[in-house]
Every structure is written in structure tokens, then in C-alpha cells.
């Protein structure tokens, strides 16, 4: 019994390492309005680093309020080509270098029909409900990105020496029980 108040305290002490968060990705929403009238909207998750958003992932794509068919793949352009992954998202319109699109296109997929890109000072669009449309140059006016809400993502760089040192606290205390 002279045990247990200090295995209650570890016990908890674990319990908490495994709630611990520090940090958050962000979910943003997005639109940009053409001279055309075509309204592409849509969300994303990623990480705040002053103007840009890193880590995007969760990607969404609307034309006209209409979602972007299949599967959305994102890509930059290096100056020379475009590769896959890595949008540079950015609340300066100018500052943007991405393309959603619906298909593999990098690995030889041509298959796509919709895509949504702003990059060098050039908005484009793309799909079967919209046709194609272009901005050149896109207008800072016409772009938004807000930032919507947060959600929780565990820190495991600080929670894993909390969750290390209570199960160590637990096993002393249950070998100092048993002798």
C-alpha cells in the first residue's frame, strides 16, 4: 500500500506525456476570382511560417463551387520544370508557385481534366465546367487565404522523455515492490 500513491502520480504523469501537444496544422481556406468571373476555391492543411504555408496536404479544389474530379496532386515549378510535391502557398499571390491537378501528370498520367495553378505572376485554370481561363497578371484583390482552424498534432519530440521517464518510474516502483 506504501506504493501505490507514488505509482497513481506515475501512472498519470504517463497518462499526460500521451496528451501533450505543442504543435498545430492549420486548415486554410482559398479563392481566387479571374477577370473571367470563375470563382476556384477550396482548403488545405499546412503549417504557418509567416507568408507561406508549408506541410500542404489535405488539398480541396472547386470551380464554381463544383469539386475537382479524382484524386488532387500537387506540384511547383523549379524555373525549368514542374516536379511533384512541395506547392509554395502564400498569401502574396506573387509569391505563389503551385498546380492542383487531377492526375499524375509527372509520372506520364495525362489523363487530367481540371487543374488550378498560380505561378510567376500567372493564374490558369482548367476544367470541363469552367473551360479555360487565365490571369496575367493575377490580381491581389482576387486572391484570399484564411485561416480556418487548428488542429491538434502531437508533439513527440517532447512527450516521448515524458512517456520514457513514467514508464522507468513504473518499473523501479514495481521492482522495489516485488523485493
Do not use: C
Request: glycine fraction near 8%; proline fraction near 4%; hydrophobic fraction near 45%.
Amino acid at each position: 500500500m506504501q506504493f501505490k500513491t507514488p505509482i497513481l502520480l506515475l501512472a498519470g504523469l504517463l497518462a499526460l506525456s500521451l496528451t501533450s501537444v505543442s504543435s498545430h496544422a492549420i486548415t486554410f481556406d482559398y479563392s481566387y476570382t479571374f477577370g473571367s468571373g470563375v470563382v476556384v476555391s477550396g482548403s488545405l492543411d499546412g503549417d504557418l511560417n509567416g507568408q507561406f504555408v508549408e506541410n500542404v496536404s489535405n488539398v480541396s479544389v472547386f470551380f464554381d463551387g463544383t469539386p475537382m474530379p479524382g484524386t488532387i496532386f500537387s506540384a511547383h515549378h523549379t524555373g525549368f520544370v514542374w516536379v511533384n510535391g512541395g506547392p509554395i502557398f502564400s498569401f502574396d499571390v506573387f509569391q505563389n508557385n503551385f498546380r492542383f491537378i487531377n492526375s499524375d501528370f509527372l509520372n506520364g498520367d495525362n489523363s487530367y481534366n481540371s487543374f488550378f495553378e498560380i505561378l510567376f505572376g500567372v493564374a490558369a485554370a482548367e476544367s470541363a465546367l469552367v473551360g479555360f481561363t487565365v490571369d496575367n497578371p493575377p490580381l491581389q484583390a482576387n486572391w484570399s487565404l484564411t485561416a480556418r482552424s487548428t488542429s491538434s498534432v502531437p508533439d513527440l519530440g517532447a512527450t516521448l522523455p515524458l512517456f520514457s521517464a513514467a514508464l522507468a518510474g513504473l518499473a523501479w516502483f514495481n521492482r522495489r515492490r516485488r523485493h
